[in-house]
């Protein structure tokens, strides 16, 4: 859809007029989407030739104000309906009969049937069948079609419980040979009046007319795909070979070492482990679990996420993204910024696989085909090791190895087998124990100096120093009221000993 006069967004909605029957969809507008999936059915009564056009419009949605054409469609019906190309209902490729069957034939009129009304139509005279199986043939206007042109003997023979008869595959057959309409999805432009000859957009739709006297087929299902709620757990055990970035006041090479887990799209929802100070060897020690909740749309194999992109937007938008997990390592620094030591990225529905030792822990993991790679919706739970790097020169580098395990369940899985974030109540499925680190992790004199960043600093920093700021003038007004009376009086005896 054209944006460019909205301001670059649009609230679409459906708006179909046919005569003097309406369908609208108002109520069910989208949020700011330029490439909308309405996937809605609408259904019409009408007499033609009364009733011969039907108009499709998309409109915009406004909170304040009336709503704003953004372009529509228009459609001859009654053409349709007299060509003799038998443009009311679009030909599918196979006479399905099997009602269980998602592609069952959709028309009221069997193909053979069809077949009939055309030659009628086109003044020929009517189509006569002979033989059975491989041998039957098709006479139409002195033309002979062979089932054997469209059904190899080699292969085998459809059942007729599910694909119909013969006569009826043939003579469908032929009607494709015909050049009858056929299932197809339309690809029409929107035009809007107060901008004539631009495009507006494209709208993707079908149109099934079928005469009143017949019992109509069920609608096709057109349903936009639901997302399922998901829960995605992620248990960093361990990290080996972590690249230490300070020295200690002994000259020993060290890192702090903590990691920040979060998935593509919901950075905002990122979470940390707790830090392991003083590792010398790059090693970390964490059992620390993380939890993250979102939606998923299988068959696009995409994250769903309803955020609002600015503060003037008053109502959130659906954003699908790639089904990504984002693993960064730090080193903590207490007043100065965090370094980031290395990270790691990768598709939760083609990842990697992990190696089963730090050892075999190596970049070529990432290097691996498609064919060999993995998806955690078909294994569920995988734990193993993976390196992380460092390409902010262009180059990969390895910077260290991460031991996790991830693991994804639906939303009742996950209320079912209850775990809580870090190492807190429910600690269960599985339970973490506080890590083994050594003596040389803890930083006894420090410790008040990183309680007072963690609980009170990183959380009311901008509070702290706006308070620091405000106490500063209202010192210094104080400082300059209770010194001006003694001023100005000193500046006023001057004045009379002059």
């Known amino acids: ?106 028309d009221v009129v069997k193909p053979i049937g069809i077949l009939k009304s055309i030659c009628v139509l086109r003044g020929w005279v009517q189509p006569t069948f002979k033989g059975k199986g491989s041998t039957l043939r098709c006479d139409v206007n002195g033309n002979e079609y062979k089932m054997k042109y469209f059904e190899s003997a080699k292969t085998k023979k459809p059942s007729s419980k599910t694909f119909g008869s013969d006569e009826h595959r043939l003579a469908l057959y032929v009607l494709h040979e015909l050049g009858v309409v056929p299932e197809h999805f339309e690809s029409r432009t929107l035009f809007n009046p107060d901008y004539p000859g631009i495009p507006q957009g494209k709208l993707h739709l079908w ?173 569920k739970k995988i734990k193993g090791y993976w390196p992380v790097y460092d390409d902010s020169l262009g180059e990969k580098e390895q910077t260290g190895v991460v031991e996790m395990e991830i693991e994804i369940m639906t939303e009742e899985e996950a209320n079912e087998k209850k775990a809580g974030q870090g190492r807190s109540d429910p600690n269960e499925h599985p339970t973490l124990e506080p890590p083994d680190r050594p003596s040389t992790s803890f930083r006894w004199l420090m410790m008040p100096l990183i309680i007072f960043k963690i609980l009170v600093w990183d959380k009311y920093k901008w509070y702290i120093i706006l308070a620091f700021i405000i106490l500063l003038i209202i010192a210094f007004l104080g400082l300059l009221i209770y010194t001006s009376p003694g001023a100005i009086t000193m500046d006023i005896f001057a004045k009379k000993q002059n």
Request: one cysteine or more; a negative charge.
């Open 207 to 379: 149109v099934d007319i079928f005469p009143w006297d017949r019992n109509p087929p069920p609608p096709t299902n057109i349903k936009i795909r639901e997302s399922e709620k998901m829960v995605v757990r992620i248990i960093i055990w361990n990290t080996y070979d972590v690249i230490l970035a300070d020295e200690n006041f002994m000259g020993e090479k060290m890192s702090d070492i903590f990691l920040k887990v979060w998935m593509e799209g919901m950075k905002k929802q990122a979470q940390e482990t707790d830090v392991h100070f003083r590792s010398l060897t790059g090693e970390g020690n964490f059992n620390w679990r993380m939890c993250y909740e979102f939606e998923y749309l299988k068959a696009e194999q995409k994250f769903v996420t309803y955020q609002r992109k600015s503060f003037f937007q008053l109502e959130k938008e659906m954003i699908k993204e790639d089904p990504n997990v984002h693993i960064e390592v730090y080193d903590y620094d207490i007043f100065s910024s965090n370094d980031l030591l290395g990270w790691a990225e990768f598709s939760l529905v083609s990842m990697p696989p992990p190696t089963k030792t730090v050892k075999e822990c190596t970049l070529k993991v990432y290097a691996k085909p498609p064919d060999e790679r993995i998806s955690i919706l078909d294994k």
């Open 1 to 106: 859809i054209n944006a460019e006069y909205g301001g670059g967004s649009v609230d679409p909605y459906v708006y179909i007029k046919c005569g003097k029957e309406v369908r609208s969809d108002k109520d069910n507008y989208l949020t700011r989407q330029i490439n909308p999936e309405f996937g809605k059915m609408f259904e019409f009564d009408l007499m033609l030739p009364r009733h011969s056009q039907m108009r499709v419009m998309i409109y915009d949605h406004d909170m304040v104000g009336g709503d704003d054409l953004v372009g529509e469609t228009k459609i001859d019906l009654e053409d349709r309906f007299l060509t003799w190309k038998h443009a009311n209902c679009g030909l599918s490729k196979q006479y399905i009969v099997d009602q269980e069957n998602k592609d069952m034939w959709r």
